[in-house]
């Protein structure tokens, strides 16, 4: 039992950041995200003995993406969706710095961050996974259960949408 | 939308084409505009996500109640109540923590593990005595010059002596092919590394332990910190103030 939980904890607890950060960008709130992760690290524990070695991080992050959608079902029910917070993770960039830069730094943040969340679920994963986990075709394939010429079109929807709304947003910026 | 090619240069940026697949990809970008367009596309968008979207970073709080459950095996039921628990009971030492490393972003895999590595092995072949500093002063008007002529980049440098963290000199590494600044301080009896680089987008910034050695990442400007060293991470954090202080002045 012991060893299997040391097993656990090298193999699949370092991923444990890159789970909390897929459940929290498709909760968009921090408390769903965080409930999404312990379930689903607790699940990965249980399941851990179909494991059959491999690379652990698109395993778990398939037990992310499900306990979410799980728990969206189940919310669903009962009607009431969360909102996108307002993001109190962009205030903290640079307290120190020269504070219009750093105002100016941190509403382009969260603008983006905005952007990022108003995208529908399947190309906000996609992006997500393939952005900021670096992940190939393959792998984003392996967590979302789609197959990977589906994951090609979300990944070009996505970045055309981002592009739509974001970035000619901001090149229209003088 | 005319190209039949554009997916094949979203493949292509996404790093999924073989070399013959990438050169005639390569080849096409130079005459159509259209997938030119799309490349730039995909890599401003590439560099906001790496650079400015926030990453979201699982809290102390919620690592402890994980690695509490894997250990004792209790579960959901009680999980919504040791949230509130664990958040009253730690919201503040959570809240300096957070305030303390700025953004705490975490390294995604590959080319940061690889950077993360260059860093650590520079910092380890520095404490062995091999390759210290260079240019050994504790005048910035020493060792601010020095690095024009010897490094990529110019970091801003100052004595923090009066903080505790004094300047011992400078030179030069390379992490990740780059040729990185390094500025080297004293803090008691840590030695602390700060290297330099311009921000390419690819490293990202947090707070990362690694072979028992503390490494805080940053970007202000066009460059990329990264400091390492033993120290507390309050005290890595400290000396991170000054040096984003220095640069902005």
Redesign the interface.
Known sequence: MDER?RR??QLV?PH??????LA??LARAS?E???T???A??RA?RAFDGFRGGDA?PWLLAIVRNCHYTAMERKKRQMSIPLPEN?D??A???????PE?AAV?AA??RR??LA?SALPAEFRET?VL?????M??KQIAEVTGAPIGTV??R??RA??L??ER??ANEEAVP | MSCGRTLQVQAYLDGELDAVAAASIEQHLETCAECAEVRAGIVAIRKAMRGQATYHHAGAALRGRISKALRGGTISAVAGLGRRFWSGALSGAVATALAASLIVYVMAPSAQDQIASDVISAHLRSLMGTHLIDVASSNQHTVKPWFDGHADVSPPVADYGEDGFKLVGGRVDYVHGERAAVVVYRHGQHVVNVFTWKNDGIAKPGMKNLNGFRMLAWRSGDLFYCAVSDMAPAELDELSQLIRKTAES
């Open positions: 939980r656990f904890e607890l444990l950041d890159a789970a909390y950060n929290r960008w408390p995200a965080e409930d992760v312990q379930d690290m607790l524990f991080k993001d993770d962009t903290l960039v640079a307290p120190d710095a020269d830069a730094e382009e943040a983006l961050n990022v992006l393939r952005e900021m986990e670096d190939s075709y090609m079109s990944l070009a970045r055309a981002l592009r974001w970035l």
